[in-house]
């Protein structure tokens, strides 16, 4: 069973898989930048929607880049947000000519302790050096965020969170530089369930994660996946 491999062959069907992932949801993977500034985003449908994190944007109807895998820049503009629980939405400019890769939604509340995640982004959009980044993990705590193992760096904030299905489970929001090991997400559900604000560029609120007391609690957080995956 590649989802809690025992064995070397075990191993290999989940690099299998993960590869089989990668080569399916890497395209869908951008750069937002705007400024000076930028993150990443993944593209969620045709028409040219990215979803990102609120700090990324920072706010609505500002004009932006989306730079794609191979360094096609598109023209956008930021659209709704929810600063609380840190995602946004970004609408880019498609070409007719032009054929995006998107990547389906999960549901978030499956990604419990010991899950296997797959986490990208494409910090500076340097498709030059490589092409977007990718990191594989296990969800290591479970409470409004979802924090894996899956090391990150600031460029992959807005970047997505996979599934072993292939499917965006959550944004990635907060890196310590610090601790390399605490790398928070914000899970997809709430941002799904307000998608049609956020596309009508609203701003919203609502109670979302704290990221405060992770350092002091990030070797509880590890105890718990490895009796979780004892168990």
Request: some cysteine; charged content about 20%; glycine content about 10%.
């Amino acid at each position: 069973d590649y989802l809690n491999p025992q064995n070397i062959e075990q191993f290999k069907a989940l690099e299998a898989k993960i590869k089989q992932i990668i080569e399916k949801v890497r395209t869908a993977v951008v750069c937002v930048k705007i400024g000076r500034g930028s993150g990443s985003g993944t593209f969620i449908s045709e028409d040219g929607w990215v979803i990102t994190a609120a700090h990324v944007t920072r706010q609505a109807n500002m004009p932006c880049q989306i730079i794609l895998h191979d360094g096609t820049t598109l023209q956008a503009t930021t659209q709704g947000f929810n600063r609380t629980l840190d995602f946004a939405l970004v609408k880019a400019v498609v070409p007719e000519n032009l054929k995006i890769t998107t990547v389906p939604t999960g549901d978030s509340d499956k990604m419990t302790t010991g899950r296997w995640v797959i986490s990208m982004g494409h910090p500076l959009g340097k498709f030059k050096d490589r092409p977007p980044v990718v990191r594989t993990g296990r969800v290591i705590m479970r409470s409004r965020m979802i924090v894996s193992d899956a090391p990150l760096i600031s460029g992959d904030s807005g970047g997505p969170m996979f599934n072993l299905d292939g499917q965006i489970v959550g944004i990635n929001v907060s890196i310590s530089i610090q601790n390399p090991r605490i790398n928070n997400t914000t899970p997809i559900n709430p941002a799904v369930q307000q998608l049609d604000d956020l596309k009508a560029g609203k701003s919203l609120s609502g109670t979302g994660p704290s990221v405060s007391g992770y350092d002091n609690g990030i070797e509880e957080a590890y105890k718990i996946r490895d009796k979780a995956l004892k168990d």
